[in-house]
């Protein structure tokens, strides 16, 4: 029973904090471990009208769930798994609490043998169910599986006032990726589906931008069947190569990767699923197409099976991991320094274009960046790697001149790792004045007296953000 | 009625003193000496030595066998040594140690003798129709098996160090009988010995002190580095200290360090997040202390204190010193 | 030319058993399954070995017929010839019989130089069967090998680790080495390789392709050693916290240290 509101004390100081490396502060905190208790807490909190922030596993990187004063309602405690059925399609009922690792062992367990999994795979596996759902997170194999809200058949959800909603697929989707701003999320039916029969991971190199190009744009014009598709497309630069191989040794999980050859400066990583001919003939496609583009066929590596697929997974999480290494340690030399990311579409750019998007003001101004990312969508995500405060300074700007950019090509920015307090101030170019409206409106409704996270999304009761810093447009 | 009368244990020695986990083996060969009243010898092999010859002299068994064997390691030749005194006396039970020696000849000799070898057992104990009972742990340590060698003798089961208490009677004496192995005219050739680097990872080690947000300043971290090593381990650090810049990221346990799967964890300070967690679950003794009721470490160890580190590890210390 | 035999054997994926309580024996349906770890290193050290000197590679396991599955896996790597042996009555095998089974296989298909198996498997766990393995071949072992140089048609050098010192020793063929992970990393399986084998089949051998056709020597029948039970393991359930300062929590520690 934790019907607690605790008082904030030193103890409870990693709760301050996301992968964002963003500091917040807080009056109290709880560890909620049911649905009536969640509802209880914020009842009592509505009527004092403290703000509450809600916090899964923390492994957010936009610095959704650093708390800005007031509560600290954080869900660890909720990981019961509710109920497995399999009766119309196989489905998972459980709380916030329990992580994506969590989730797969009890997958496996209960469905033993049936090869089931819940399709939304971010890298992070002890992100919790609820903050993935809070953040419409993905991962790599968006190429195939696409958007979060397809794999969600119901929510719970208490509102600001304490107050239970039951949402179905009619009312949920709005729920999915709105960063908590409407409620906590307290319990959810997950949708799952059947694994591909078989799974390739194909690991390609590359000396030049251009080869890694044509290949790319090779790869897009051969077509997905059911019975053999490509799963996921990650790009991953060499300044990315260099960086994990410079923290691989004490990471158990990455040690045993051989090192990139020196000589190769893009990867690109393709996931096949299906079954097995059809993959062997993508396979034998994605063969002649590399030596077409002057790639080099007898360096690629090719896994396959579950375990396998995991450990090359592991390696692209590590691309993610160390950026965030990375700032952990200039924070130890100045605790200003935090999580600098690009995090954009560029559709309709080539891969060449995307990449010199980023490398071209970086490389004029002498700024340090990693560039990797989901190719389906041209997700690329640019990280500033600033070793002192004066870089770090440059990297900020740098990442407006980025964002100021794309906006003024696509008219607004698409972003993947949700928005956070971190991309607050891009709200107004991310959203059009319809959706602003319609985000207001579901607001009023679910936490008329504001106070679920505040700051995410939009900074403050800024609703009314535009983009003018950005039509008007500064150079760097 | 049985003929095979005798409990072997193999004595190994590689530098001047009898391996600890075969004085363990031979305390336990004592134990179940009790209760099948067969006598207990050793085979010890490798170079000669005084030291060793007055170790050997000192065992409370009936006899040794030792085979002077100068020159290289070799698992032919170690099994030739053993199945001779095997062949002589007919031993019922056979143990060894699970070290790479031990275990590079064991089931040689099972092979030799066409019976069964049971490794790494952690219990060994007799059924009511004294046989031998060799309990081990299979699947990683998630099931416990009891194996039994019922028609073909010896019984041969190898244990790792550690498991079994030390031998504490060091005031036995017993017969050696020197002997010598014929040499193997193909025998390779011996290039060198070498001292083994010092590894000093903290995956390597076998017991593990933590240190957690709960120490308050970095020269705190010196006591707990002296308790880790009075323990025979070293200090290693979650995530909360590496950031501060207190410990280094070799030392950092959690899902984007390093994984251990060490005998002992003993965590000071530790709160318990589940990215450290997910980086030595798998450790077999976990011991937590940490003044917050609430951490989430203290439900998942073996031992959790709700305690300060300040005044519980400098009493460990001292209660160790005193030993 | 160097004839080299791998032995490598399929385990489950996760260390989690289903044990049948009756016998004793794995229940390994429904377990998704992976190469042994430790057989990936030594198959990295025959590979190691081809490319240095003139060689070829086989690959001997002992399973059931999916098994398949992992040597066809092994191809991609480089190896050249899978033998899977693979027969109802090969089951309940211990560490004498599984040994004897695989000497019997890797003797009906050729006389090689070089045997090179993995320190111990994920669920058995015991590292006795390669030992026992170059004993029916009337071969010397050499265990723990970290290091492999000056590779020749006749022999090597071998760097091992026994435990308190390192032995570097001049070897001769015909031998078996068990080889430890360290100094051995796995490659990764070539892309250009797993194409070039898809079509590659995998050589099954039963009991009938075996020189001994006494199906009392093999499996569950031929084996010295029986699971006489099963049980759990000490598991903690979550342990109540105990509220302890002082000499109090540290005479605890100890006491908990120092029991078994």
Known sequence: MSREIYPMEEKYQEYLTDESKNQGSAVSISFPESEEEIQEIMETLGKENIPVTIQGSMTGIVGGSVPVGGHIMNLQKMKRIEAYTDNDGPTVTLEPGVSLEELEQGINRNFKGKGYFWPPSPTETTASIGGVLATAARGINIAYYEDTRKYVSEIHLVDGMGKLHILDKSSLDTVIGSEGLYGVITKATLLLEKKPEENWGITFFFEELAQVNDFVNGIEEIEDTPFGYIVAMEYVDRASIDLVESKKEFMTKIKELPDVEPEFNHLLYIEIGGKEDAITQIAEKLMELVIQCDGNPDKAWAVMGEAEIQRMRAFHHSVAECTNLFIEEARRNDDRITKLESDMALPGLSLKECVEFYTEAAKANNIDITIFGHVEGRYLHANILPKNYDEYERGRRLLSFWN????????????????????????????????????????????????????????????????????????? | MREEKGIFVFLEYTRGKIEKVSLELIAKACELQKICNEPVYGVAIGEESKEIESQLCSLPIEKVWWYIQEGACLSELWEEAMVECIEKISPSILLLGGTPIGSGFASRIAVAMKTGVTADCTMLEFDENRNLVQTRPAFGGNIMASILTERTRPQIATVRPGIFPALTDSSGKTVVEKKTLGQKNKSPQLLAREEKEEKGGITDQEILVVAGRGVKKKEDLELLRELAHLLGGELASSRALVEKGWMSQKAQIGVSGNVVKPEVIITFGVSGTIQFMTGMKNAKKIIAVNIDKTAPILSVAHLPIVGDLYTIVPNLITLLKKE | ??????????????????????????????????????????????????EEANATVDVFSMGPENAEAMIKDAYAYGVDKGYLLTDSRFGGADVLVTSYTLMQGILAVNKYDLIICGKQTTDGDTSQVSPALAKWLGLPNYQGVIKLLEISNDGMEIHQDLGEFIQVLKINYPCLISVNREGFVPRMPSFKGRLESKNKSVNEMSIDNLEDGDVNHYGIKGSTTKVKKIFPPKRTQAVEAQVLEGMDGAMEILSFLRKD
Do not use: W
């Open chain 3, 1 to 50: 030319m160097i004839k080299i035999a791998v032995c490598m054997k399929q385990v489950p994926a996760y260390s989690e058993g289903d044990m049948d309580e009756k016998t004793g024996l794995m229940k390994r349906s429904g377990l998704e399954t992976i190469t042994n770890p430790y057989d990936l290193s030594a198959l990295e050290a025959a590979l190691r070995i081809k």
């Open chain 1, 404 to 476: 100021q950019k794309a906006y003024k090509k696509y008219k607004k920015i698409t972003v993947e790792h949700g928005i956070g307090k971190v991309k607050s101030d891009l709200a107004g170019c991310i959203f059009t004045k319809d959706q602003i409206a319609q985000i207001e409106e579901q607001k009023r409704k679910y936490d008329p007296n504001r106070l679920l996270n505040r700051g995410n999304i939009f900074s403050e009761d800024a609703y009314d953000k535009d983009c003018s810093v950005y039509e008007a447009g500064s150079g760097l």
